[in-house]
């Protein structure tokens, strides 16, 4: 690492693998260096989600989530069948149960046309059996082009393009702070530092820290959400053929728990939202006192705690009783009350950016530092979107660079 790069990439997720990839697409022959604080790639957000290729139904009209959600899952399939990694286009159905709902519920589809979501449909009461047998609702929305997969592999399967193109990888590395200097981004790292002509930076979790050392405001900040997951037990008949979702509360970024194939296993339930102790939380008992302080100092924890602390008290109740996290998914898929559930749970945090007034963003955020671009916000659907994201990025670091 005593080189110069062209350009260092912070994050190994999806998000900043693609990145990489994306530039090295622009750029042939360039210096590229990965730097990420795990042993391995994909290890936060992207080894811990539902591995949904989302088809873009739910974002506003206009964002980039609902524009680059929709290259991205595009773009995901072909990458997949480029590269040999398993998935599958199982579709999903969001489904009323309430009265209430319905209205909602016309409302998403309505969204999901103008972003120019494939195939979405509107089918009643009668038809969501012939769709799933085991779902119930009053009505619901079909997206045939939502699939699975494991984002994992995807991962994977571009760092070994990357290491194939000479693109150097600097893992169990954690970056520290980054300044800028003599015309170079100092990447600081406990070891010493990296040096490069720019920088990418797509730390996820870490995303606001380290923007914030390289000179940007400190609004917004990451707030964690721990989101958990319960599997089906192994040897059961299928529940679901694809995924089942509910109508998803349009005050919030969270789509709801919901019941999901999964890649080489059985299926999940989840996730839940609630407020996690550490950046890391994979474990309730995972507390961080850095994480815990800056989470509660933040002025924006406390607005979304006032602003929703009935959400808060459902989602502490479900995390809390099993029974009641069953119930909540057996509202449209009622035969989950009756099957065996595997005792190991499974987690992932969320990287929610919450600003200073308590907006919880809901799409993309990209901003820029002297020598640097930082993604500020990049939760769900960012591994659908992630290689039109990467273009986006790329498009913007150069953009910016140019402008210098």
């Known amino acids: 690492m005593s080189e110069t790069y062209d ?26 260096i990965v730097v990420d604080k795990q042993d391995a790639v994909g290890y936060h957000q992207t080894g811990h989600n539902s591995g949904v290729i989302h088809a873009g139904v739910y974002y506003t009209p206009g964002s980039l989530k609902a524009r680059l959600c929709v290259q991205g899952a595009r773009m995901m399939y072909e990458f997949c069948d480029e590269h040999a990694v398993p998935y599958r286009r199982c579709g999903k159905i969001i489904v009323a149960v309430r009265d209430s709902e319905l209205a909602r519920l016309a409302d998403l589809g309505e969204r ?12 009643t009461a009668a038809e969501i059996p012939g769709i799933e047998p085991e779902c119930r609702g009053l009505a619901g929305l079909y997206s045939p082009a939502t699939g699975i997969v494991d984002y994992g592999a995807v991962a994977r ?12 990888f600097a893992l169990g590395t954690a970056i520290t702070a980054i300044r800028r200097e003599n015309g170079q981004t100092i990447l600081r790292h406990p070891g010493g ?30 707030v964690p959400f721990r989101g958990a997951y319960l599997r089906l037990g192994a040897g059961q008949p299928d529940v679901v053929r694809g995924m ?3 109508v998803p509360d349009p005050a919030l970024p969270f789509l709801g728990v919901h019941v999901t ?28 006192l850095t994480d815990l302080v800056g989470m509660v100092t933040w002025p924006g924890t406390w607005a979304v705690a006032r602003r929703f ?7 502490m109740r479900m995390a809390a009783s099993r029974k009641a996290f ?75 660079s140019e402008t210098a």
């Not at 350009?7 to 697409?25: K, Q, S, W």
Request: proline share 7%; net charge positive; aromatic share 4%.
């Open 193 to 222: 530092v990296i040096r490069a002509a720019a920088a990418i930076v797509c730390a996820g979790l870490w995303s606001d820290r380290l923007a914030v050392s390289a000179g940007a405001s400190p609004d917004p900040r990451i």
């Open 326 to 400: 069953i119930r909540a998914c057996a509202q449209y898929v009622p035969a989950i009350e009756g099957m065996r559930i595997d005792p190991v749970p499974a987690a992932g945090v969320r990287a929610q950016a919450v600003g200073r007034d308590g907006t919880l963003l809901d799409d993309f955020a990209i901003s820029h530092t002297p020598g640097a671009t930082h993604v500020r916000n990049a939760p769900s659907p960012a591994a659908t979107s992630s290689l039109a994201l990467a273009r986006e990025l790329v498009d913007r670091h150069l953009a910016a």
């Open 244 to 246: 089942v979702y509910p």
């Open 112 to 123: 999901g046309r103008a972003n120019g979501v494939p195939g979405l449909r509107e089918v």
């Open 261 to 288: 194939s999964h890649m080489g296993g059985p299926a999940m339930l989840g996730p839940t939202a609630l407020l996690a102790g550490a950046r890391d939380a994979y474990s309730l008992r995972t507390v961080r």
């Open 309 to 315: 602390w009935r959400t808060g008290l459902n989602e």
């Open 7 to 32: 350009l260092a990439v912070v994050g190994a997720g999806i998000v900043g693998l693609a990145v990489a990839r994306e530039f090295l697409l622009r750029r042939p022959g360039a210096s590229l």
């Open 157 to 168: 399967a571009i760092e070994k393009e990357l290491r194939g193109q000479g693109v150097a």
